[in-house]
């Protein structure tokens, strides 16, 4: 799975730990994320698309093993 956390972080300027607290996971998660390490939940989907204010599948695109 890709994603654009990282681009969406850069355009409102915030730093993983100021997101991490904003949905309530640590930085380390965000950074997991980012780096294509970890696959959020559904719920964690939702909260970081929710907190940059667009659809889910803006930020996080199928991959084409998935």
């Known amino acids: ?21 904003a949905i309530g996971v640590s930085r380390n998660t965000i950074n997991s994320i980012e780096s294509g390490k970890y696959v959020p939940s559904t719920v964690l989907a939702l909260k970081i698309a929710r907190h940059f204010g667009k659809p889910v599948d803006s930020i ?3 991959d084409e093993n998935d």
Do not use: G, P
């Open 60 to 62: 996080f695109q199928l």
């Open 1 to 21: 799975m890709k994603n654009t956390v990282r681009v969406e972080r850069a355009i409102v300027d915030i730093t993983q730990q100021q997101l991490a607290d």
